[in-house]
């Protein structure tokens, strides 16, 4: 049987470098014709190689001729589709197989078969002290099995039937282009200046039908160190391909802990609770792209991981938009984080194969692009109102969709038979732009997505920092004010003891009492509390307090008081109201008290009958009646506020009326004690005032 030559094309100038310091190794082309050895100068021989792989078909590979140790394996060898094991006998007749191209798919030479096996047939010889050799299939998209005269020297992924006498369809493993072993091929099965009968046996997966079937790149014979340096060098020229996602993954890291420490700092604000789980999402992406550069995976744990990450970023993220806009979650919210649950969970029909694998991609995105709709409308909808926040959102999200709408229309492309287009646009996808470092579209647009976003969280970090800092003074301010409107201490006045406590729930509370001696001996005491908190209700209550000091210069009459207070009150309450009451002892117990709006005070343990006013600043027309009663030596008068009724405990029940009128007799501070024990919830003020002898009264 005629023997025809097969062409061994030189390596990359860069691996003649590393050439240059390794053994020599005598590598030759035999031009094998039938009685002729051809034996011509390296051009010679060079332009002889080229007419005659033109000329005769080409299937014997002479490593002599060529002083590279490193040969790639390009030209015709003879193919057949189909399996049988007895294909890879050096015996076996192979010279009615047709002759392709292995470096190239073989479905792109003619041949229909989508998938299944099929065989690549070729000869090589070795020269005489060639070094340790090895076999190397950089980036195979098939599994395969590699055997040199009959015996199997390499094999990539599972071959084997399974108990049914059939192949299983899913056996294959997801790899990345440099990262496959390079395999040793045993000294004794590659004799020097031997032809040598080599097979290769492809298992192109079913599943994959859309994708070229066969060979993309030539196999790789040579020095078994220099093939494992260039193995090291396609890894190393992978990781700076995917540079991008590496700095994409740690700065995802970095925003996660921000995010994380701003959320622990501020845990309020949900926000950056929800925008730290949106960059680990996207963190889990770029890591799942950084490691299959330089590692293999199955690929089912491969896409699993994949999953995850769209599963957490697209859940996330809409929560974070919702959160960060103060919006209510509505049916669009919802909608959009169904859609985006339900793409990454639709990954178990592309890991069990339970539909096609160009089925899967179409389903796949017809659920992601309804979820990057939905998130870019959530933002949408409150930037048209004017939402300052939601504007800048636009942003990362238009960029968020693009990259979406790109990567997609690639995939369809690509599973509607337009492979080579999309081969192309692909290739311009993943290096979008290579200096300094190389991005990808994908890899550009997370990281534009995190920047943008951690632009705008440090913008509200500072505008609410801003806000924080200016209602602190505000409340410094108040408490100031209420400083000085709370008395310190009591007035001593002759014939009373008068007691208070004073509980603020916040930092500024809305209660306010005065004490004032009246000319005639006795004592003008009011209390209330003002609706709202913070500055406001600090400076109503300086309005009161300073109209109730002025008004008793005039008038000890409380009816007269409170009416006063409320003409006061009408322009400046803002929609606010008080309630308050007023009440005059008379050093021979007499009490006169009017009441607007506020708890009756008690009289030895029981709560007072008054004739009730409205609150103050509700209406102009509103007047106090006054009430008398008559406080007998060594009672006590008690007037609270209704933060101690309105103490509630951790089952929800009330303090209520009737405790607060049982420990009325008690003092001011045991009074306050007790409610703030039960469990406070609004300002708590107690009063008491008793008659009692003074010495000149016990001498006379």
């Given at each position: 049987m005629t023997r025809s030559?097969?062409?061994?094309?030189?390596?990359?100038?860069?691996?003649?470098?590393?050439?240059?310091?390794?053994?020599?190794?005598?590598?030759?082309?035999?031009?094998?014709?039938?009685?002729?050895?051809?034996?011509?100068?390296?051009?010679?021989?060079?332009?002889?190689?080229?007419?005659?792989?033109?000329?005769?078909?080409?299937?014997?590979?002479?490593?002599?001729?060529?002083?590279?140790?490193?040969?790639?394996?390009?030209?015709?060898?003879?193919?057949?589709?189909g399996d049988n094991l007895h294909w890879s006998d050096p015996n076996f007749d192979d010279s009615k197989w047709p002759l392709l191209r292995m470096d190239q798919p073989w479905s792109q030479?003619?041949?229909?078969?989508?998938?299944?096996?099929?065989?690549?047939?070729?000869?090589?010889?070795?020269?005489?002290?060639?070094?340790?050799?090895?076999?190397?299939?950089?980036?195979?998209?098939?599994?395969?099995?590699?055997?040199?005269?009959?015996?199997?020297?390499?094999?990539q992924g599972d071959l084997s039937p399974n108990e049914q006498g059939l192949h299983p369809s899913g056996e294959w493993i997801d790899r990345v282009d440099g990262v496959d072993p390079v395999y040793a091929i045993p000294d004794d099965l590659i004799p020097p200046g031997r032809h040598v009968q080599v097979a290769l046996r492809l298992w192109h997966l079913p599943y994959n039908t859309f994708l070229p079937s066969g060979q993309r790149s030539a196999l790789v014979i040579g020095d078994l160190q220099l093939l494992e340096a260039q193995r090291d060098l396609r890894i190393n020229a992978n990781l700076r391909s995917v540079s991008g996602w590496n700095f994409l993954f740690v700065a995802c890291l970095?925003?996660?802990?921000?995010?994380?420490?701003?959320?622990?700092?501020?845990?309020?604000?949900?926000?950056?609770?929800?925008?730290?789980?949106?960059?680990?999402?996207?963190?889990?992406?770029?890591?799942?792209?950084?490691?299959?550069?330089?590692?293999?995976?199955?690929?089912?744990?491969?896409?699993?991981?994949?999953?995850?990450?769209?599963?957490?970023?697209?859940?996330?993220?809409?929560?974070?938009?919702?959160?960060?806009?103060?919006?209510?979650?509505?049916?669009?919210?919802?909608?959009?984080?169904?859609?985006?649950t339900a793409a990454p969970l639709s990954y178990a029909l592309f890991i069990f194969q339970w539909i096609p694998a160009a089925a899967f991609i179409l389903v796949v995105y017809l659920l992601y692009l309804p979820a990057l709709a939905g998130a870019l409308l959530l933002i949408w909808l409150p930037a048209w109102r004017g939402v300052?926040?939601?504007?800048?959102?636009?942003?990362?999200?238009?960029?968020?969709?693009?990259?979406?709408?790109?990567?997609?229309?690639?995939?369809?492309?690509?599973?509607?038979?337009?492979?080579?287009?999309?081969?192309?646009?692909?290739?311009?996808?993943?290096?979008?732009?290579?200096?300094?470092?190389?991005?990808?579209?994908?890899?550009?647009?997370?990281?534009?997505?995190?920047?943008?976003?951690?632009?705008?969280l440090v913008l509200r970090f500072a505008r609410t920092s801003r806000e924080e800092e200016h209602h602190s003074n505000e409340i410094e301010s108040a408490r100031t004010v209420q400083q000085i409107l709370v008395p310190s201490e009591n007035p001593s006045i002759p014939g009373f003891l008068i007691e208070s406590a004073y509980c603020p729930a916040g930092e500024v509370g809305g209660d306010f009492y005065q004490i004032v001696a009246t000319p005639n001996g006795g004592a003008l005491i009011v209390i209330g509390d003002v609706s709202g908190k913070g500055m406001p209700a600090a400076m109503t209550v300086s309005l009161l307090v300073g109209t109730f000091r002025t008004l008793a210069h005039y008038t000890q009459s409380p009816g007269e008081i409170l009416a006063s207070m409320n003409q006061r009150m009408l322009t400046r309450s803002h929609g606010g109201f008080t309630t308050c009451v007023v009440l005059r002892a008379n050093s021979d117990g007499m009490l006169t008290i009017a009441n607007a709006g506020h708890i009756a005070p008690y009289l030895a343990g029981k709560e007072l009958v008054l004739e009730n006013g409205l609150p103050l600043g509700l209406a102009a027309e509103s007047s106090y009646l006054e009430s008398t009663f008559y406080l007998a030596p060594e009672q006590q008068v008690t007037v609270v506020t209704d933060g101690v009724v309105e103490a509630r405990d951790k089952g929800g029940a009330l303090f209520g009326f009737e405790r607060t009128a049982s420990l009325s007799t008690q003092t001011a501070d045991q009074i306050a004690r007790a409610a703030q024990k039960f469990g406070q919830e609004d300002d708590i003020t107690a009063l008491t005032l008793m008659v009692v002898a003074t010495p000149q009264t016990a001498l006379g």
């Amino acid at each position: 049987m005629t023997r025809s030559p097969f062409i061994v094309t030189d390596r990359a100038e860069r691996v003649r470098a590393l050439c240059n310091s390794a053994p020599t190794v005598k590598l030759s082309c035999h031009c094998l014709f039938p009685g002729v050895l051809c034996s011509v100068n390296r051009a010679a021989l060079f332009a002889l190689l080229i007419i005659s792989a033109i000329s005769a078909p080409a299937q014997v590979f002479d490593l002599q001729s060529d002083r590279v140790p490193i040969s790639e394996l390009r030209g015709l060898a003879r193919f057949h589709t189909g399996d049988n094991l007895h294909w890879s006998d050096p015996n076996f007749d192979d010279s009615k197989w047709p002759l392709l191209r292995m470096d190239q798919p073989w479905s792109q030479q003619g041949y229909n078969a989508p998938s299944g096996f099929a065989w690549y047939r070729f000869q090589i010889i070795v020269p005489q002290g060639h070094p340790h050799l090895g076999m190397y299939a950089p980036a195979p998209a098939d599994s395969y099995e590699f055997f040199i005269d009959g015996r199997l020297v390499a094999r990539q992924g599972d071959l084997s039937p399974n108990e049914q006498g059939l192949h299983p369809s899913g056996e294959w493993i997801d790899r990345v282009d440099g990262v496959d072993p390079v395999y040793a091929i045993p000294d004794d099965l590659i004799p020097p200046g031997r032809h040598v009968q080599v097979a290769l046996r492809l298992w192109h997966l079913p599943y994959n039908t859309f994708l070229p079937s066969g060979q993309r790149s030539a196999l790789v014979i040579g020095d078994l160190q220099l093939l494992e340096a260039q193995r090291d060098l396609r890894i190393n020229a992978n990781l700076r391909s995917v540079s991008g996602w590496n700095f994409l993954f740690v700065a995802c890291l970095l925003a996660f802990f921000a995010g994380l420490g701003l959320f622990l700092l501020r845990p309020r604000e949900f926000e950056y609770l929800w925008i730290a789980f949106t960059v680990l999402g996207l963190a889990a992406l770029a890591l799942n792209f950084s490691y299959t550069s330089a590692h293999a995976m199955e690929y089912r744990a491969f896409e699993t991981w994949n999953a995850l990450g769209y599963l957490a970023f697209n859940t996330c993220w809409p929560t974070f938009i919702v959160t960060f806009l103060k919006e209510p979650r509505r049916g669009l919210y919802w909608v959009t984080v169904a859609f985006g649950t339900a793409a990454p969970l639709s990954y178990a029909l592309f890991i069990f194969q339970w539909i096609p694998a160009a089925a899967f991609i179409l389903v796949v995105y017809l659920l992601y692009l309804p979820a990057l709709a939905g998130a870019l409308l959530l933002i949408w909808l409150p930037a048209w109102r004017g939402v300052l926040d939601a504007r800048l959102l636009l942003v990362p999200q238009a960029v968020n969709l693009s990259a979406g709408l790109f990567e997609g229309m690639i995939y369809v492309f690509q599973t509607t038979g337009h492979y080579t287009l999309a081969a192309s646009w692909q290739n311009r996808y993943r290096s979008f732009f290579t200096w300094p470092f190389t991005f990808s579209v994908d890899s550009l647009a997370g990281s534009l997505f995190l920047t943008a976003i951690l632009a705008i969280l440090v913008l509200r970090f500072a505008r609410t920092s801003r806000e924080e800092e200016h209602h602190s003074n505000e409340i410094e301010s108040a408490r100031t004010v209420q400083q000085i409107l709370v008395p310190s201490e009591n007035p001593s006045i002759p014939g009373f003891l008068i007691e208070s406590a004073y509980c603020p729930a916040g930092e500024v509370g809305g209660d306010f009492y005065q004490i004032v001696a009246t000319p005639n001996g006795g004592a003008l005491i009011v209390i209330g509390d003002v609706s709202g908190k913070g500055m406001p209700a600090a400076m109503t209550v300086s309005l009161l307090v300073g109209t109730f000091r002025t008004l008793a210069h005039y008038t000890q009459s409380p009816g007269e008081i409170l009416a006063s207070m409320n003409q006061r009150m009408l322009t400046r309450s803002h929609g606010g109201f008080t309630t308050c009451v007023v009440l005059r002892a008379n050093s021979d117990g007499m009490l006169t008290i009017a009441n607007a709006g506020h708890i009756a005070p008690y009289l030895a343990g029981k709560e007072l009958v008054l004739e009730n006013g409205l609150p103050l600043g509700l209406a102009a027309e509103s007047s106090y009646l006054e009430s008398t009663f008559y406080l007998a030596p060594e009672q006590q008068v008690t007037v609270v506020t209704d933060g101690v009724v309105e103490a509630r405990d951790k089952g929800g029940a009330l303090f209520g009326f009737e405790r607060t009128a049982s420990l009325s007799t008690q003092t001011a501070d045991q009074i306050a004690r007790a409610a703030q024990k039960f469990g406070q919830e609004d300002d708590i003020t107690a009063l008491t005032l008793m008659v009692v002898a003074t010495p000149q009264t016990a001498l006379g």
